[in-house]
Each structure stands twice: as C-alpha cells, then as structure tokens.
C-alpha cells in the first residue's frame, strides 16, 4: 500500500524558530533558549537536529504508514530498537520517529516522534537515515539467569558473584530477592546497553515462556539445559553455544589412562545436547599409548547419580577417571592430571528483535556475568 488516508488527517503542530539581529547582546539568549527547547523535544526529535554526518543513508524503505506508527522494510542489521531515524524527501526532512520492534524477519515498526506524513503521496520515494545512537530508554537490556537455586550436574550456585573480573564491567544497583539492575562501568559502545535488568529463573521452563513472550532480550542457559522444544523451533534451532572463561568438566587420574571416547560422546551427546567444547590433551612426547578407561563422576557434584546413569559406571569395578568439575580451570592451560574432559558453553538466546544484533563480544560477557562457587 503506498499511502495511508489515515496519514492525511494527522495534524501536526510545528514551530519555526526565525531569526534576526535583534543585536549580540541577545544571541547568548537565544542560544540558551534553543538547548532548553531541544532538551524538552523527544529523542528521535532531538536526533533529527544532529549533524548530517551523524546520519547514515540505508536501504530501508517505508512501506506503509498509519499514524503514529511507520512500518519499515530492513535488511537484517540496518535497524535495533531504540535507534533514532530520520525520513526525507529527496533533502526535505519529512519526519523523525524511533524504531520501536521488528514485526517479523526484514520488517520493523517505528513510532513518529515530528514532522507529517501528509504531504507525501510516494512512500517509494522517501529515504530513510539511521543514527547510531539509541535512545535512552532502549539502553538497558532485559536478561534471565538461571536462579542460584537451580539444579543443574556440575555445580552449586549458592553464592552467585557479579564483580568478578572474568564478568560484564558492571556493578549491582539495586538488588531484590528476583532482580538485580546492573550499571556498566566501561562506557559501552553506542548499540550497547548501559544497564542490565536482570531476572532470574528457578525453572528452565519459565525462562523459555519469557523468552517467547517478549519479557527478555536475552537468555542465558547452562549446558544441556535448552528442552528438544526450543532446540526444535525454528526461532532457536541453531542457539548460540558460548564458551565460559573458566571451568572445566574434567577427566582427572594418571597420565598412563585415556577417557574412552564413546563416554565422551556420550556425555556431549545425551547430557549435554553438544552445548560442551571437547579439549584435546595431547601426550608427551614419546609416552606409550594410554589406556583407555571408564569415567567415574565425583560424588561432589550435584548431578553425580545422573551422570553415573548415563554413562552405566554405577557399580563397575576396575580402573577409571574421576570426571569432575574443576571451577578455576583454564581450558587453555590445564592440569597435567587433566586427560581430557569438556569446556562448559552457555547457551545464549536473543529475542526476534535482537536476532543477529547481539555482538560475540556482549554474547561472550553475558555467558561469563553469573559466577558461582564450586560444590563442595
């Protein structure tokens, strides 16, 4: 539809701002008149004022309007929530609106924060101009955590920590018994939240339906946690696995002894549902072949009697590995007692709005943001 009747009955109420030489003594004034003007103005308002070479020429196209709302047409990437447009006619500015949600795959809507539509009988003809800077309140996301309390195979969380140095750069604001606000130390880049509103989930369960139903931007889950359900949706069916800085699911005994590989593959495959990096350990120099043996999980680890399930150890005899979680462990430098063993991956999903917006690098932060002691 090229144009909306509807878009021809907005009224829309502007103020010209003339100049003259009312003399230089009233120019400081003026000046100081126009900021406060600017500041009380809306941001997408504000945006539109800002220099032509803060703005961006795209692709995108509007497609139909019903005011306030504009919907845009957008390659993947060319547009977030919160970023400010600007919509021209050729070098005539038409309006300013803020991008509000992505609609589905390539198309968005945007909310008219100035200027009018009325004039303009081609939506095919207008241009639209992105600022990289997001409006205030899109600065923050909203993320699930696994709760503390949430059971999960390799370690107890009852003493989460958010100052860590292997963490986001941010510092806890305001905490209550299921939120917890986090304010970035580092000034983050302009498509980067400033804030973390973050919630947390004592079931698996419940931080999927949020997902869905648009209550987070982004979810982080423990290994294997994900259910075959959203594994299997296409929304999430290719999840993003990211790598924790620290801890390793570790197979630890003498170095004449190698883990056997259908273990290992059982353990990637039907405990974890592959959200695990292997780790390669290569022998010494000239040692003899290793012996390969059956794995043991340590009984300090909570999810200890499942995993024994899983690999059939339960009451076997003979030599074996102790598979335990090594919570400081850097997979880059392990142990020699290390024969092998497993990288933990958070698994990181982002809303439909974020999808493909999210950087590796905050990715990467927010799988590391939630710290936890061992279980002992």
């Not at 022998?283 to 024994?308: F, H, M, N, Q, Y």
């Amino acid at each position: 539809m090229a144009h909306n009747d509807n878009a021809d009955r907005v009224r829309t109420h502007t103020s010209e701002h003339g100049s003259n030489s009312a003399g230089r003594a009233a120019a400081p004034m003026v000046a100081v008149c126009l900021a406060f003007a600017l500041a009380m103005l809306p941001s997408a308002v504000r945006a539109a004022t800002a220099p032509a070479d803060e703005w961006h020429p795209t692709h995108a196209r509007v497609v139909w309007v019903r005011d306030p709302m504009v919907y845009v047409a957008s390659d993947s990437g060319v547009l977030v929530p919160g970023m400010a447009i600007s919509i021209k006619h050729g070098k005539r500015h038409v309006a300013a609106a803020l991008v509000e949600r992505m609609l589905e795959p390539g198309l968005w809507a945007a909310r008219r924060q100035g200027g009018s539509f009325a004039r303009e009988k081609r939506l095919d003809k207008l241009r639209v101009l992105t600022s990289p800077t997001l409006a205030a309140s899109y600065r923050s996301y909203r993320v699930g955590l696994p709760a503390p309390s949430r059971t999960q195979l390799l370690f107890a969380c009852s003493a989460p920590r958010w100052n860590d140095p292997l963490g986001l750069p941010y510092a806890a604001d305001t905490v209550s018994r299921r939120l917890v606000r986090l304010r970035r130390g580092a000034a983050p880049s302009p498509l980067e939240p400033e804030t973390l509103i973050v919630r947390f989930f004592a079931d698996v369960a419940d931080q999927e339906i949020a997902l869905e139903r648009g209550e987070l931007d982004v979810a982080v889950f423990w290994p294997g946690e994900l259910s075959a359900r959203m594994r299997s949706d296409a929304r999430w069916r290719e999840p993003r696995r990211v790598r924790r800085v620290r801890g390793v699911l570790a197979c630890v005994g003498a170095d004449s002894l190698a883990p056997d590989p259908g273990a290992l593959a059982t353990l990637q495959r039907d405990v974890f549902a592959g959200d695990l990096e292997p780790l390669s350990v290569v022998p010494e120099p000239g040692a003899p072949p290793a012996r390969l043996v059956r794995l043991e999980p340590d009984a300090s680890l909570p999810g200890a009697a499942a995993l024994a399930r899983a690999l059939g150890s339960a009451g076997r005899q003979g030599p074996a590995l102790r598979l335990t979680y090594l919570p400081e462990a850097d997979a880059a430098a392990l142990a020699p007692a290390v024969r092998g063993g497993f990288a933990l991956r958070c698994v990181v999903l982002s809303s439909q709005a974020l999808r493909g917006l999210l950087s590796p690098g905050l990715a990467m932060e927010l799988a590391n943001l939630l710290q936890c002691e061992a279980a002992r």
